[in-house]
T-cell receptor, first 112, second 113 residues
Framework: GESVGLHLPTLSVQEGDNSIINCAYS??????FIWYKQESGKGPQFIID?????DKRQGQRVTVLLNKTVKHLSLQIAATQPGDSAVYFC???????????FGQGTELSVKP | DSGVTQTPKHLITATGQRVTLRCSPR?????VYWYQQSLDQGLQFLIQ???????AKGNILERFSAQQFPDLHSELNLSSLELGDSALYFC????????????FGQGTRLTVV
């Protein structure tokens, strides 16, 4: 069935280290991908997105990499801070209107 | 603050009842999306409206319905509620109708007892 899956359900990093959160997607026809951050009790917060005609996109302290060959997406967070602790979701859009398919999420825990 | 407003924040109701969740999109956004988040199913797409018209539909139960009004706010109606309907319900909005750059509200936590 359709799915966007995450390799690791939990990730623990030391403050100041870089974090890498991975995501696999199943449909090679997907053409748009988004990363969201969700803190406890809040709604998903848009972090960064990338279209399938790109391999890499950078934002403030975050980079998203897209490998279409192996259908893999990653989110890199530089100099991870305690405020980055949250659940991170990847989502894909399959050009079927506005439907986003979400992964199950990775919980990032930052140790001071 | 994403600019998407959802009310109420919390709702507790009994099985068999009917509730209405409300969403006001960001200023200028024409699309509204509804998602359900539960522990066992994650974030699931329910339905999308674009400028008052239904644009896309997910696995939304027949007991659930939604609409988008001329002022672009949207309501999600849940009827004949069951215990399993307890979840977080999120609304998101975007300028266009293709799901890109969708911003989420803070959600409504529905508890069915």
């Amino acid at each position: 069935g359709e799915s966007v899956g995450l390799h690791l359900p939990t990730l623990s990093v030391q403050e100041g280290d870089n974090s890498i959160i991975n995501c696999a997607y199943s449909n090679s026809a997907s053409d748009y991908f988004i990363w969201y951050k969700q803190e406890s009790g809040k709604g998903p917060q848009f972090i960064i997105d990338i279209r399938s005609n790109m391999d890499k996109r950078q934002g403030q302290r975050v980079t998203v990499l897209l490998n279409k060959t192996v259908k893999h997406l990653s989110l890199q967070i530089a100099a991870t801070q305690p405020g980055d602790s949250a659940v991170y979701f990847c989502a894909e859009n399959r050009a079927q209107g506005g439907k986003l398919i979400f992964g199950q999420g990775t919980e990032l825990s930052v140790k001071p | 603050d994403s600019g998407v407003t959802q009310t109420p924040k919390h709702l507790i109701t009994a099985t068999g009842q009917r509730v209405t969740l409300r969403c006001s999109p960001r200023s200028g956004d024409l699309s509204v999306y509804w998602y359900q988040q539960s522990l066992d199913q994650g974030l699931q797409f329910l339905i999308q409206y674009y400028n008052g018209e239904e644009r896309a539909k997910g696995n939304i139960l027949e007991r659930f319905s939604a609409q988008q009004f001329p002022d672009l706010h949207s309501e999600l109606n849940l009827s004949s509620l069951e215990l399993g309907d307890s979840a977080l319900y999120f609304c998101a909005s975007s300028v266009g109708g293709d799901g890109t750059e969708a911003f989420f509200g803070q959600g409504t936590r529905l508890t069915v007892v």
